[in-house]
């Protein structure tokens, strides 16, 4: 396996480097990979925590979290993606649990509530969500949401 380093920071602890790094790994995936033109810069960074691991300067695998209140009632967790290139690392579990672990480090007792792209639906199963039901397009890509008491 190649040597990840994982990093935790809130937006005013990012450096411009880092943040740069951040925003190249999410439009390289949701914007080019999926062919989705959207605004990828949504104006709430600045509110989250963001969490990614990284091999050599580039993000590899990465997530932002908010606590609760601010996208939902309860603490979410968005943006989750993995490189294309380290998908068969399990960086994805690896990454959704520790965010799983600092929302309950962080917001003891707070649910957790995600919009998952409906494909990850299972993934998203394992992990301990349950879809809610509400189902929509979001740019054009079918999503669900789903909740983790």
């Known amino acids: 396996m190649k040597k990840l380093t994982w ?3 809130t937006f005013n602890d990012l450096s411009a480097f880092e943040l740069h790094q951040i925003l190249k790994a999410r439009i390289d ?15 709430d960074d600045p509110q989250a925590i963001h969490l990614w691991a990284e091999h050599r300067d580039e993000v590899v695998a990465y ?6 209140g ?14 294309q290139n380290y998908r068969k690392m399990n960086l994805g579990k690896t990454l959704m649990n520790f965010a799983i672990n600092i929302i309950n ?11 998952a792209q409906d494909y990850l639906l299972p993934f998203y199963t394992n992990l301990g969500f349950i879809a809610t039901g509400k189902s929509y ?4 890509i079918p ?5 983790r008491s």
């Open 7 to 9: 990093k935790i920071k």
């Open 29 to 43: 995936v949701f914007v080019v990979e999926q062919n989705c033109p959207y605004p990828e810069v949504d104006g």
């Open 63 to 68: 997530c932002r979290i908010f606590e609760p």
């Open 70 to 83: 601010i996208k939902y009632a309860e603490a979410s967790i968005g943006r989750v993606l993995t490189h």
């Open 105 to 115: 480090a962080r917001f003891t007792g707070s649910s957790i509530r995600i919009s």
């Open 137 to 140: 397009l979001e740019d054009s």
């Open 143 to 147: 999503h669900s949401e789903m909740l």
